[in-house]
């Protein structure tokens, strides 16, 4: 892998673990902060600024597909910040809030939520530290 995909690898790999543990083991501050957060438009407005401009970046610094999954799943998690922080701009602020918030209010739901990001943090986080490089 290129030294690029090893940092991005790991530098979104451990965001997704260090992010997703708090949230899980503090749920219903979880739930309390994600519903006012939902709930006023300017933060959602902030929150939308700041996913675009990180998708953006791994999208311009890493779009790209040839490589296996792990080369892969570096460019899909920047796309996927870009179009979740584009939505966050563009939906009007009760729809994507009411669709999260019916899943993370059921206890199962919040842990379906939680669980795609904690998996994909360990597979990357393995895959970046675990890679040679190869410039």
């Not at 530098?11 to 739930?31: D, K, N």
Request: charged share 10%.
């Amino acid at each position: 892998m290129s030294p690029r995909t090893i940092f991005l690898s790991r530098l979104i790999g451990l965001y997704c673990i260090l992010l997703v543990l708090p949230l899980v083991i503090h749920r219903q501050a979880t739930l309390d902060l994600v519903t006012a957060i939902f709930r006023d438009p300017s933060m959602m407005f902030v929150l939308g600024v700041i996913t675009v401009a990180a998708g953006l970046a791994i999208v311009l610094a890493h779009n790209i597909w040839p490589g296996g999954l792990r080369v892969a799943i570096v460019s899909l998690a920047g796309w996927g910040m870009l179009v979740k922080g584009m939505a966050f701009l563009l939906l009007p602020s009760g729809v994507e809030a009411e669709f999260l918030l019916r899943w993370l209010r059921n206890p199962q739901g919040f842990y379906v939520c939680m669980a795609p990001s904690l998996l994909i943090g360990i597979y990357m986080t393995y895959s970046g530290f675990a890679a040679k490089s190869h410039s």
